[in-house]
Every structure is written in structure tokens, then in C-alpha cells.
């Protein structure tokens, strides 16, 4: 009696999966072990083995999404097939001040304290967003500008649930 040689098949991703990549551009890729000689998945499958998951671009950094691999084992196969899956974890993103809404109008000195608004707009799981003003590059305050004048607006955002902090000047 000849018995069946083992083989494993499992899946992984293609690079870090951050939070908000959309779904379209996640790559998956199957892993096999325990080909015999020149055996190969062509060779060995009439249909290759796929991959899939549940994952979506509003799946929370730090959430492991299990791998699905859909096996089609073929008819005389000199392999026991184990079917693995896989996983993965996703990632914070990282964020650019760009991405979030700063309000700063130009007004007239009226002797009151002007403020630059600065929210996570829809952005989801971002950290304490931190606002400070000067009238000098380098040299920065919480104190809201009052006189009249230039002002940098120095942003500072504290690394969220779903993305990295940063801090940028404007």
C-alpha cells in the first residue's frame, strides 16, 4: 500500500494591512508544504486554492482577521490535504494633518482671542488633538492670538486606536 503524502496549505497577506486600506488591495498568497519532488499546486489542483477574508477598510487596527482558503481537492490525489488558513492583523494608519479638518479664518483684531479649530472630522480612532499658536516659527503656545498679525498653528495628534500620531506646523 502506497499512502497519501501530506500537505499543508495555508495563506498569509502581502505586506501590512493598515487600518482604512480598502479591501480591493489586500493581497493574499497561498502557502504550501509538502510538495514531492517537481509536484506544484498547478500540477497537483484542477482548481487553485483561493483566499478570503472578512476584513473591511473599517475593521479596527489591532483586530486579527482570520484567512478563509477555499480548497477544491481533486479526485487521485496523492495528498492528504490540510487546510490551515491563516491570519493577519491590522495595522494603525498612518495620518497626515491633511487628512483632518482645520478651521482658521482670517479676522480682524476686535481685541478677542481667535481659536483654530482643528477635529478628526469623520476620521475614526484618532488620538487628542493638541492646537498651539505662534507668531514666530519655532516658538510655540496654547495661548490663543489675539493682536493683529501672522500666526502658526502647531498641530499635534496623539497616536489613536486606528492611527499613529504625528505633529505638523502650519
Known sequence: TIGKAALKVSASVVGEVAYGT??????????YSGFVGT??????????????STYSATTSAGTTVKITITVTEPENCNYT???SGGSFTVAK????VTQLAVTASNAVYDGNAKTATVTAGSL????????????A???YTAAEPKN????????TV???????????AY
Open 93 to 96: 494608519a498612518s495620518l497626515d
Open 81 to 83: 490535504i490540510t487546510n
Open 148 to 155: 493683529a498679525g501672522t500666526y502658526y498653528v502647531f498641530v
Open 22 to 31: 480598502a479591501p480591493e488591495n489586500v493581497t493574499y498568497t497561498i502557502n
Open 124 to 135: 475614526v480612532g484618532v488620538g487628542e488633538i493638541t492646537v498651539l499658536y505662534s507668531s
Open 39 to 52: 509536484d506544484n499546486a498547478g500540477a497537483v489542483f484542477g482548481t487553485l486554492p483561493t483566499a478570503s
Open 158 to 168: 496623539a497616536e489613536g486606536d486606528n492611527y499613529y500620531g504625528v505633529t505638523e
Open 137 to 139: 516659527a519655532g516658538s
